[in-house]
């Protein structure tokens, strides 16, 4: 057996009830593959001793080869930093509900493992959203989202106003509840919900879908990921949240804008079957069922 692969990383979500039957296996897959499991600094004190912990935020001497998610599709959003920092592969295990970005389960892990120490694999590259806020005239931050940017309107009960540009010129205003900016990847979550289309996973382009717009003409839009948009807030009695792929990480004042183009950065994702995003459509949506 061809076994390319040696150092494997384990993100898993925090509050799965079941820990040691995942470690269970993954012991025994180490010793019979002679694997190397590491696991983030961050996540230690939800890790078995014998799993070695890193920063990898910081330069690391380890090549890790995939990263192993356990959960569901939020606990894979929040691996995308490990993804990017080690530039690994991730391998999901779902346990969650839906799991539309896994690709195998707890279950099938040791037949997975298998096809991975033997090359039988492809990697898949999703697009990001890189994504600044500007204040005043300067940048104050900078994020990159797998799924999707969120303005949303957070404890106001009233709407925002939200004013959005394309390479500079004026698009539309719209007053609404939020506005979500989504990769071909997030297509399918909180996009969806505000009536977004579905996009193959392979393109690149972003979906810009206002939530609950005051007049109904307003729709969700496609824009080029090679294009500049910006959305710049306003008319709020109450500063708003922008979310990173489901997470608050910026409180939004009066006339802050949020610069929004595709990424030269991606995350690569492991693909072991032969399921094409259709037949996932089918199966995890019911999808013209």
Known sequence: MNQAMKNFAVFIHPQFSMHEGIFDLLLQLQAEYQIVFWGTAEQRLH?????????????????????????????????????????????????????????????????????LLSQKFKLLRRMLIECQVKRNGSIIGTR?????????????????????????????????????????????????????PILSPAMKAIIIAPLNPHILSIRPMVFGADENISMRVYGMEEPAWLQIDGENVELLREGDEIKLRGSERYVSFIKLSNRTFFQILRNKLHLGR
Not at 72 to 90: C, V
């Open 47 to 115: 890790l078995p001793n014998w799993i070695s912990c890193c920063d990898f935020s910081k330069a690391s001497t380890v090549k890790i080869d995939c990263i192993l998610v356990f959960g569901g599709d939020g606990t894979i959003l929040r691996a995308k930093d490990m993804a990017l920092n080690t530039e690994a592969p991730l391998l999901g295990v779902n346990l969650g509900y839906l799991g539309f970005l896994s690709e195998t389960t707890l279950s099938e892990l040791r037949a997975s493992i298998t096809n």
């Open 144 to 196: 990159v989202a797998l799924n999707d940017a969120v303005i949303y309107k957070a404890e106001t009960p009233r709407l925002i106003h939200v004013r959005i540009y394309n390479n500079k010129r004026y698009v539309l205003d719209t007053r609404c509840d939020g506005v979500v900016a989504s990769t071909p990847t997030g297509s399918t979550a909180y996009s969806l919900s505000a009536g977004g």
